[in-house]
């Protein structure tokens, strides 16, 4: 018997033990969240579905590679993360790999504590309108920290780079995003 | 809210009949750790290969004479940089990229700054290798082995080579002394038969001095020579025979 209150974690356990039926609930759970973040991440839905249905797939594949003293969230966020780099990066047609100069050194990472209610809902509303104009790897730190609400260490788990790292990002991708608004709204008006 | 619900219905769907008749399965637990297992092996692996490699490099240095080159002023600093061996020392770089790599697979990799494993690694190899060439004598053991040829390709004649010296366009010999007169030495190549050379040393200059030395003494001399194959050293240092080298180069890494 399964009931809304068990944690991912505790049906992750469960499917690990053999009750397959346990991992359609997981799917539940996740779908929605999952097609949000790769919509917004792959900014072209229409091949979303195919995508996803691989994420899955991958996490029942390796479910037993979950440690279930760990959340099961940014487990399954990083396997639908690679899912959907992969997918970038066929669109992309580049198969070289990228250098990330922003894990190369230590960033100090913190929350900006200015960084209000308001200030977090301006920051929603210039996702929805200008994400697809900045570059993805801003891009996805700004999906899972204002829309998913990932907190600076889980985002550093999903992604596998430094919490520093993911504190440099998000500056960064929030001034890139403001600057693209800004570039916006003055086209707009013209 | 139907056609969502019905939309998640059959992704969900679609999913858990792959599991149920498309053989889709769990890996096993073991495949994980076997997974683990291999990454960690292979990385102790490349480990032990780059701090031999640098092991090899700091040998090689003091074999074939270069390392005398530090001591002879800058011209020697820049005559060492001409003859380093850029390319072992580049495959050894290029070794700890792939265990910088390596260690970013575990779980507590991908925390560190890249910058800081590489320069932590280029560190740990650097003391190990430096370790293994001051305190072991595999060095002399596979330099006899080489000698006597039984090296296993692709290794072997590599402990031969190291001893080469650099190109005699760098202006790099190493001699045996045949006669002493002030300031000019004359000597025997060692490595070209028994081609003679003179030296003309230059006044007033520590580097490049006859105090200490002998007739029958080796040296490792370095300078430019003239349209009349008269070389003006800048730098001279005594050392010993190949053989005497050796194993005076095995006593001390025992």
């Known amino acids: 018997m399964t009931s809304l209150e068990d944690t991912d974690e505790a049906l992750a356990a469960r499917v690990q033990a053999g009750e397959v039926d346990i991992f359609g609930m997981l799917i539940e759970r996740y779908q929605k969240k999952l097609s949000r973040y790769g919509t917004k ?13 691989e994420v899955f797939i991958r996490a029942y594949q390796n479910i037993q590679s979950f440690d279930v003293s760990q959340r099961f969230s940014p487990w399954i966020y990083r396997i639908a993360h690679n899912e959907y780099v992969s997918a970038l990066r066929k669109r992309s047609h580049n198969p070289f790999i990228v250098f990330d100069f922003d894990a190369l050194l230590s960033h100090h990472a913190y929350d900006d504590p200015a960084e209000g209610e308001r200030d977090q809902a301006d920051m929603r509303v210039m996702i929805e309108k200008g994400l697809a104009e900045i570059s993805a790897k801003y891009r996805e730190v700004l999906i899972l920290y204002y829309l998913e609400e990932f907190g600076y260490k889980e985002i550093s788990e999903v992604l596998r780079i430094p919490i520093g790292t993911v504190g440099i990002r998000l500056a960064r991708g929030k001034t890139e995003l403001e600057r693209v608004y800004k570039k916006m709204n003055y086209e707009l008006y013209v | 809210m139907n056609s969502t619900s019905n939309h998640n219905q ?5 999913v858990m009949e792959k599991i149920r008749t498309d053989g889709l399965s769990m890996r096993p637990r073991l495949y994980f750790s076997v997974v683990v297992i291999a990454t960690t092996l292979v990385t102790f692996i490349v480990l032990a290969i780059s701090i031999f490699l640098f092991n090899f490099l700091l040998f090689g240095l003091e074999a074939s004479g270069r390392s005398v080159l530090l ?3 800058q011209r ?5 940089l001409q003859v380093f061996p850029w390319g072992l020392l580049t495959l050894d770089i290029l070794l700890v990229g792939l ?33 293994m060439k001051m305190s072991t004598n595999i060095n002399s053991i596979l330099s006899d082995q080489d000698e006597l040829g039984i090296l296993p390709p692709p290794f072997k004649g590599v402990y031969n080579d190291v001893h080469r010296l650099p190109s005699p366009n760098t202006g790099f010999y190493r001699s045996i002394v045949t006669n002493i007169e002030g300031g000019t030495i004359t000597v025997e190549n060692t490595e070209s038969g028994t081609t003679t050379m003179m030296i003309i040393l230059p006044r007033n200059e520590n580097r490049a001095t006859t105090s200490g030395l002998h007739v029958g003494d080796t040296i490792f001399v370095v300078g430019d020579k003239d349209r009349d194959e008269v070389l003006h050293a800048f730098g001279l240092h005594k050392t010993f025979p190949r053989r005497m080298l050796k194993s005076r180069m095995g006593a001390s890494e025992k």
Not at chain 2, 10 to 14: A, E, F, H
Not at chain 2, 76 to 80: K, Q
């Open chain 2, 99 to 131: 265990l910088g790599w390596l260690v970013h697979q575990f779980k507590f990799g991908y925390k560190i700054p890249l910058l800081f494993v590489f320069v932590g690694l280029l560190a740990l190899i650097a003391l190990f290798g430096s370790g």
């Open chain 1, 41 to 53: 991440f792959l900014s072209q839905p229409e091949d979303i579905q195919d995508i996803m249905q």
């Open chain 2, 71 to 73: 001591g002879f002023g």
């Open chain 2, 76 to 80: 020697g600093f820049l005559t060492f």
């Open chain 2, 10 to 14: 059959s992704l969900k769907d679609l």
